[in-house]
């Protein structure tokens, strides 16, 4: 059997002498894990087009329950995201999420075109990474069945937002996506801040555009989602939140997402000496 099919590369692993096998993410086929002989070698014309977060059009055949790869063209390659180590870790970030929230055999057309744009968002715009980044997350959590609730306080119902006075606009219950207003959270129970484990639930408090930023997020129309601006301090707090929501989620921890928090803290002390130094 023999099928054409147009697949986003999620992961590559070597195999034997100069194979790999590479996780695609199909719209039609959700994940298929795919061989192609010799594409090790640079030789191989499959080699250049076979490359991590590559989209490409593949030709793929299928004998005794495996299927290989038996010719492919890229159709977009995000190739500006290579020149960067930061944008390249974000990127395979996106890989490794899709990788884990998508199934063999089950139709994935909303999480491939959503990490599709994810990346041409971050091939095209490096300045707004971090943006991108929240907006990937919360997103792809709606999208695994995760959608928080932020209409209203859960308890009494208020616009939150729209009453609490000042820079709060209620409390994020990470734990089960929900909202409280700053009284109805003042009125919990001791027992209710925590899991019955003993450990504390994840509470996050919110400012007026933090909500306003979140409730854009998961609301906007395919497309829109990244057409909104927030201050740097609300964008610092709204990618700790994104990814605090969707990791809690998922539970699950991610290589490349450490990577990207040690590189994160590299070049904060490197931009910190270079102050001092600037500063002596
Ligand atoms: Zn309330």
Not at 232 to 261: A, P, Q, R, V
Request: aromatic share 8%; with cysteine; proline share 3%.
């Amino acid at each position: 059997m023999t099928s054409s099919v147009n697949g986003l590369i999620i992961r590559a692993a070597d195999y034997g002498e100069n194979h790999r096998i590479f996780t695609l993410l199909t719209a039609e086929y959700g994940k298929i894990s795919a061989g192609a002989y010799g594409a090790r070698s640079l030789k191989n014309p499959l080699s250049a087009s076979l490359q991590m977060m590559n989209y490409c059009e593949l030709h793929l055949s299928e004998k005794r329950g495996r299927v290989t790869i038996s010719e492919a063209a890229v159709i977009e390659d995000f190739r500006e995201l290579r020149l960067d180590a930061l944008s390249m870790a974000v990127g395979q970030y996106f890989c490794e999420v899709s990788d884990d929230v998508t199934l063999e055999n089950e139709p994935a057309e909303n999480m491939l075109r959503h990490t599709l744009n994810s990346l041409w968002a971050l091939a095209h715009d490096p300045l707004r990474m971090f943006q991108i980044k929240a907006v990937f997350e919360m997103r792809t959590a709606c999208i695994s069945g995760f959608m928080p609730d932020l209409v209203a306080c859960r308890k009494c119902g208020c616009g939150c937002g729209d009453n609490d006075a000042g820079q709060n606009a209620g409390i994020f219950d990470i734990s089960d996506g929900s909202l409280l207003c700053s009284d109805c959270h003042s009125r919990l129970p001791v027992e209710a801040l925590y899991y019955e484990n003993g450990t504390m639930r994840r509470m996050f408090r919110l400012s007026p555009p933090l909500l306003s930023a979140l409730r854009y997020i998961i609301s906007a129309p395919d497309g829109k989602q990244l057409a909104f601006r927030t201050d740097d301090e609300t964008g610092k707090m709204l990618s700790e939140l994104c990814e605090l929501y969707l990791t809690t989620h998922l539970e699950h921890s991610y290589k490349s997402l450490n990577f990207i928090n040690r590189l994160q803290t590299l070049k904060a002390s490197a931009d910190s000496a270079q102050n001092e130094d600037t500063n002596k």
